[in-house]
């Protein structure tokens, strides 16, 4: 009897651990299991193209029906997994169905954390289609608009909002500086002035007390006692893993589902778990890490894919960090260790496309990681430098040396 695997959820995770189950010969039945109604889709996006109207719902479809049949994966949509039985090896669907497993891919991703001020009309968070149609509507009535958290959706908000022609913008943020999780507090003001130097009002440290309704809209209280109007609000203010589905099983959950090194879930046998929603224990530090960007999940589904078909040959998950946003003609990319009070120099790119490359490395002058503005190529070279971790100076001279032969051929 030919195996069945089984994975829940159906963004960019679970999809591509579908495929690559196909692609590295899995030869049993592939069940990709979605909560919502609608066919997969890309999420990164839903803040930027979709939520502007540049892009629709049918070209962020990540799998067609025709392409699921074509690979032979079996959709099941509309249905959210409510619970997992690891001794009888089957997840119990919301209308009652138990669909059995021999592999079980948990791919469930995160939410975005609620706003803990209500939400009252006009009040959004933004994680799904429905999400980015309903924000995408508001803003075209116009503004004001106040985004609450300056972390990457925030941020891509405020600069989509600004370019759909959206003219009262504030973005909010206890912490000092946007991006404040990610990159040094130098660094981060520089993406802070990025804002205000295309017309968006920023209000970093000082937190929100409560939103409410007003006879003109809305009013967003801050702790200095100030108060926001808006026509329309944001609330960007993190993520949180959807594995409440699983707390009645044998896994050990805890901000995600626990993993070894080879993204085994510990608790069961068979059970895997990719993107946002996992916790697995990186190699390189022993420590439990979880990651919420696409090319982790992306990655971590290929791994996933080949330790089911190749058992016997298991690869250890160890990626390099790295993410990427688009703010307005800003093309930012991160790889590696970037934040805290890591040493840093800056290197300045080729001067038509504006870019630039900011290098850090830890206390023993090992590169740790790169932030670059439009600058692809030097992106690429650093995130390779990452897994290798060489002096500081010998990437420094590198990246350079790449300014020098694009004056050449230039010239």
Request: with cysteine.
């Amino acid at each position: 009897m030919s195996p069945t695997a089984v994975v829940v959820g159906s963004s960019v995770g679970g999809v591509r651990t579908a495929q690559a189950l196909r692609t590295a010969g899995y030869e049993g039945e592939v069940v990709l299991v979605g909560e919502e109604h609608t066919l997969p889709y890309d999420k990164p996006p839903l803040s930027k193209a979709l939520l502007s109207g540049a892009a629709t719902a049918e070209s962020v479809t990540l799998l067609t029906e025709r392409a699921a049949a074509e690979a032979g994966i079996r959709l099941v949509l509309g249905r959210a997994a409510t619970r997992l039985d690891v001794v009888e090896r089957c997840v119990e669907l919301a209308d009652g169905e138990h669909l059995a497993y021999d592999h079980l891919v948990i791919a469930t991703g995160a939410r975005a954390r609620p706003s803990p001020w209500g939400r009252p009309a006009g009040v959004h968070v933004l994680r799904t289609l429905r999400d980015a149609t309903e924000l995408g509507r508001d803003l075209r009535r116009g503004g004001p608009l106040v985004v609450i958290g300056a972390g990457f959706v925030g941020a891509e908000v405020a600069a989509t909002a600004r370019a759909m022609g959206v003219e009262d913008i504030t973005v909010v943020d206890p912490a000092p500086v946007p991006l404040s999780r990610v990159l040094s507090p130098d660094v981060a003001e520089l993406f802070g002035r990025l804002h205000t130097e295309r017309g968006v009002v920023t209000r970093f440290g000082r937190g929100v007390t409560g939103i409410e309704t007003t006879a003109a809209g809305l009013s967003v209280h801050l702790d200095d006692g100030t108060a926001l109007p808006a026509a329309t609000v944001v609330v960007g203010i993190g993520a949180v893993p959807n594995d409440e589905w699983l707390r009645s099983s044998r896994l050990q959950v805890d901000d995600g589902v626990l993993c070894d090194e080879y993204c085994r879930a510990l608790g069961a046998q068979g059970v895997y778990a990719v993107g946002d929603v996992t916790r697995w224990r990186h190699p390189r530090n022993g420590r439990p890490t979880r990651l919420e960007h696409w090319t982790n999940a992306v990655e971590q589904a290929s791994c996933v894919a080949h330790n089911i078909t190749q058992p016997d040959r298991p690869r250890t998950y160890e990626p390099v960090k790295y993410v990427w946003s688009d703010q307005y003609d800003w093309k930012i990319q991160i790889t590696g260790s970037t934040g805290g009070d890591l040493t840093h120099v800056t290197v300045q790119g080729p001067e038509e496309a504006g870019a630039f490359a900011v290098l850090y490395c830890d206390v023993k002058g090992r590169f740790a990681g790169a932030v670059t503005v439009n600058w692809p190529r030097a992106l690429v070279r650093c995130r390779r430098a990452v897994s290798t971790a060489p002096p500081l100076e010998e990437v420094r001279r590198t990246v350079q040396a790449m300014v020098r032969r694009t004056a050449e051929a230039v010239g």
